[in-house]
């Protein structure tokens, strides 16, 4: 009947359709990349636990208990501050005539661009003792400071200023995603505009507004950098001073493992919020929503917009230059320091491109083979997100200086950083660019004679591109910026563009800081553009 | 229920007056397709999605498969393709067997073309391009020519440097179709392809794309859920019901003479009436039909009696009563009760009006006697 040679042929095609041409090397991978993911935390853990009674009494120690506290205080003001800032101008800039508010808009999301340590270092240059402020109070005849930035509440303050464009972002897509037929109907049983937001707009607006502010307190947990500028002691700055000055990788674990359990408790509380959130996104049909038209409150609402925005960007980057004083001193800054720029550069780059390699395959896995290794797969890419720069760092140290100690010490360690904490960014790209891509196309290949892995490159590869590519710059910018992992994984003398701000802020360097400032702001703005025009080209191809 | 679904098998056939058997409809023109008791069940499910399914398709000719979602018509036709692979029975190929117990042969190298409801087209290749994607092995002159006589054949010559989503849904209906043809393919797969369009388009494209099919000569498979677009379509149709095939033949024959209940009611409207057969009557309450297949005497069965197939006439002296009438252009169907309080369609043209509640006696004038015994299946 058949030849026995022919059978075997295609007996090789069964079962290579079976485990659909992803075969050994694909497991391979898939354990590979769970290792490299998943063990730094794992061994973290363990050897907080492994310390035992110590741990306990750490854990104990009344200073634990404020220090606990203050954490969460910080990060609770931190969430209302943004909360406030960012509802308003949410509601104005979707929902009213407001003059200019399509360029408002876009100029609301630049706080994010702006890391918070280099937000923290502008307004100590005004507020600080030593700042702006108080010199001018004291050359006016007054004693003493009469604000200071440091402390809890000045933490709060900066950090809800440069994270409340999350819950700008958030509200805004409720708002205007929400069904206009539901306030007609509340108008139409007779409530006027407030009773309408307070009875329907609103109680619709809370699971955005919930996951926004969830967002802002995980961020606030996790922040180090303008944390430890403004002197305010929360977990990530402790773990830092039992690590970097007093030595005590034991403490530092324990207290990393307190942290990680407060995130996980924030994340999970986060997973409830955005699946709850899903009955809001339902559109009512192609209608925009209502616009109020603001009458006598224009110059109000104006003055709430600008006011938030001035606070966040336009006073930040006015001071910046400020302190530059001269172009000339930015050029000068620029190549006495071209190698931090270059150290920035490159790790930055390697690792976004391991990570859009990584994500992709992990995203290709779970989307188009689902089962319990694509989703086991895909949870431990997602790790990077529960874990604070800080944390990350100390748990790749305690890993690779025990089983791996000649990669510790090298600029592997900075990459490895990077790319475990940001591979929940360039796995999303892909795997936001993969579920656009519909499944029929691959089989069409097929049927016109391509194998799985034909079917790949000349296809899903091509419309994939523009995703993957995004992915890669969101990593690239997050790396660039990175400072807690930077700090403690990095090689001695081994400067980043993040390591030189936060240095110099602290040696008082204010003209050093504010230019590397600028160019880690220009450098990370760029790739920023490129992903709006990169959006844009995939929705024209989809 | 699996013992019932084998023994159908053995019973396809032309109901009423001849019963062939499958293998004796063999005509001198050569199979293309041929399955052989194809079984496809999905991961941990107990129900088939495909049973035991065997049929052949000749060269040349365009099969329909009809049915309501979640029959296995789909599942059948990536079995074809090769999208997933059995779990029993043998598949052929032009004379090649593509899939059996230990053969598997992936859709790039059965021969096979595809046209997907959503017409799957390349969204980054222009209209040629997305032609010439199936036309590597051929020399560069030859899949010019061949790309220019597909594009000819689906009346979209002028159009090649368009991309996709610069087409109408028609337009690309045709692209994909001529992507499918481009590398002459052994049999094309359509996989409801009509179901995306707008209704006041679909009939025309459907009208374009059989006479396209004729044309090339293409032997054909199409899956679909509308019966209409069956009948117009098809050389022959088989009708699929929970992964089981229970007829396979001339859209005439599926119509007015169902193999089973479920296919009388599923392929146009139908009514059923209790019957019993007394020698050489059967004898239901709208009168008495011919005992056309001899069944004995004594059987209880169940009359299938199409709304077409009934007249009305008003008749004071009738127990029966209009009880509505849906004007429906360019044909009334009135719902009339029988004395035993059943209920029976009937359609009448367009201008004759009875008002509800007027008694009528009703007079039916079946074309073929179609009954079935209680299990469903026709006798």
Redesign the interface.
């Known amino acids: 009947m058949?030849s026995g040679s022919v059978?075997r042929v295609?007996?090789v095609?069964?079962w290579?359709?079976?485990i659909a041409g992803l075969g050994v090397p694909a497991v391979v991978a898939t354990v590979l990349i769970i290792l490299l993911t998943a063990s730094p935390l794992v061994n973290l853990l363990i050897s907080a636990v492994t310390g035992g009674l110590k741990a306990f009494s750490i854990v104990m120690n009344s200073s634990m208990l404020s220090l606990i506290a203050q954490t969460l205080l910080l990060a609770g003001l931190a969430t209302l501050w943004a909360m406030v800032l960012g509802l308003p101008p949410a509601w104005i800039l979707t929902r009213t005539d407001l003059p200019g508010r399509r360029l408002l808009q876009a100029v609301g999301v630049l706080p994010l661009a702006i890391p918070p340590y280099i937000g923290a270092f502008t307004y100590i240059t005004l507020l600080g003792p030593v700042g702006w402020i108080n010199t001018a109070y004291q050359t006016m005849g007054g004693s003493g400071p009469i604000v200071n930035i440091y402390g809890l509440w000045g933490g709060a303050l900066v950090l809800g200023l440069f994270t409340y464009p999350y819950i700008l972002l958030m509200v805004s897509s409720a708002l205007k995603g929400s069904d206009p037929a539901l306030e007609e109907a509340a108008r139409a049983a007779g409530l006027g505009p407030v009773g309408i937001f307070c009875r329907v707009t609103f109680p619709l607006l809370r699971p955005s507004l919930l996951a926004g502010a969830l967002l802002v307190f995980l961020y606030a947990l996790s922040d180090f950098g303008a944390v430890s500028l403004l002197r305010v002691n929360t977990f990530t700055t402790e773990i830092f001073h039992q690590l970097n000055t007093r030595f005590d990788q034991q403490n530092a674990a324990v207290l990393s493992a307190i942290l990680v359990l407060l995130t996980a408790v924030v994340l999970m509380a986060q997973r409830k919020s955005l699946g709850r959130r899903s009955f809001v996104q339902r559109r009512g049909g192609t209608r925009p929503a209502t616009i109020y038209p603001l009458g006598r409150w224009k110059v109000p609402a104006l003055c709430c917009s600008y006011l938030v925005l001035g606070g966040s960007v336009f006073l930040p980057v006015a001071l910046l230059l400020y302190q530059i004083g001269s172009p000339m001193s930015l050029l000068h800054t620029l190549f006495a320091g071209y190698h931090y720029l270059w150290n920035s550069l490159w790790t930055a780059a390697v690792a976004a491109t391991a990570a859009s390699g990584l994500g992709l395959f992990a995203a290709y896995l779970s989307q188009r083979r689902k089962g319990p290794v694509g989703l086991l797969l895909t949870s431990a890419t997602q790790l990077g997100y529960a874990i604070p720069g800080t944390v990350l760092g100390l748990s790749l140290i305690l890993l690779y200086n025990t089983y791996l100690p000649w990669v510790y010490g090298t600029a592997t360690m900075v990459i490895l950083g990077y790319l475990l904490r940001f591979l929940p960014q360039a796995v999303q790209g892909s795997a936001a660019a993969l579920a656009q891509v519909?499944p029929?196309?691959e089989?069409?290949?097929?049927?016109?004679?391509?194998?799985?892995w034909?079917a790949l490159r000349?296809?899903t590869v091509?419309?994939i591109r523009p995703g993957v590519a995004a992915g890669w710059m969101l990593v690239f910018i997050s790396s660039m910026k990175e400072l807690a992992a930077t700090l403690l994984l990095r090689p001695a003398g081994f400067d980043t563009l993040p390591v030189r701000i936060w240095i110099a802020s602290i040696e008082v360097d204010y003209a050093g800081a504010a230019a590397t400032s600028l160019i880690l702001i220009a450098i990370t703005a760029l790739p920023l553009f490129l992903i709006s025009r990169l959006d844009a080209t995939a929705s024209?191809?989809? | 229920m699996g013992n019932i679904a084998k023994k159908r098998i053995g019973e396809i056939a032309v109901a009423g007056t001849n019963i062939i058997p499958l293998e004796q409809t063999s005509s001198p023109r050569p199979m293309v397709i041929r399955l052989d008791r194809v079984s496809k069940h999905y991961g941990g499910d107990t129900i088939a999605a495909v049973e035991n399914i065997s049929f052949s398709v000749e060269q040349g000719e365009i099969l329909v498969l009809l049915g309501p979602s979640g029959c296995g018509k789909t599942t059948t036709l990536r079995l074809i393709a090769g999208f997933e692979a059995p779990d029993g029975g043998r598949i052929e190929i032009a004379g090649r067997t593509v899939a059996c117990d230990n053969i598997f042969l992936p859709p790039e190298q059965r021969g096979v073309g595809m046209v997907f409801q959503d017409y799957a087209l390349f969204p980054h290749l222009t209209v040629q391009e997305n032609v010439a994607f199936g036309l590597r092995h051929v020399s560069a002159e030859q899949q010019r020519s061949r790309i220019a006589e597909a594009l000819d054949l689906v009346g979209l010559s002028t159009l090649h440097r368009r991309y996709p989503y610069e087409l109408s849904g028609g337009q690309q209906q045709r692209v994909a179709l001529a992507r499918a043809l481009a590398p002459s393919p052994q049999v094309v797969l359509l996989d409801e392809p009509f179901s995306n369009l707008d209704a006041d388009m679909r009939a025309q494209i459907r009208e374009d794309v059989h006479s396209i099919l004729h044309q090339a000569g293409t032997t054909a498979i199409f899956v679909t859920h509308d019966q209409e677009e069956a009948f117009v379509i098809a050389d022959r149709v088989g009708v699929l019901n929970r992964g089981c095939l229970e007829q396979l033949d001339h859209p005439e024959a599926i119509y007015h003479t169902p193999a089973t209940r479920f296919i009388a009611g599923f392929v146009g409207s139908a009514d059923f009436v209790p019957g019993l057969v007394q020698g050489e009557r059967i004898t239901t309450e709208l009168g008495t039909f011919p005992n056309q297949q001899g069944l004995s005497v004594g059987r209880a069965v169940e009359l299938m009696i199409r709304p077409d197939d009934i007249d009305l006439v008003p008749d004071e002296a009738s127990e029966a009563t209009v009880l509505t009438r849906q004007f429906r252009g360019a044909d009334n169907l009135y719902c009339v009760r029988l004395p035993s309080g059943r209920k029976i369609h009937s359609n009448q043209g367009s201008t004759k009006f009875i008002e509800p509640g007027t008694r009528v006696s009703i007079q039916a004038n079946p074309t073929h006697v179609v009954c079935f015994d209680i299990d469903g299946l026709s006798q």
């Open positions: 058949v059978q295609e007996l095609g069964l290579r359709s079976q519909n029929n196309l089989e069409a290949a097929r049927s016109l004679g391509r194998s799985t034909q000349e296809v091509p419309l024209q191809l989809n």
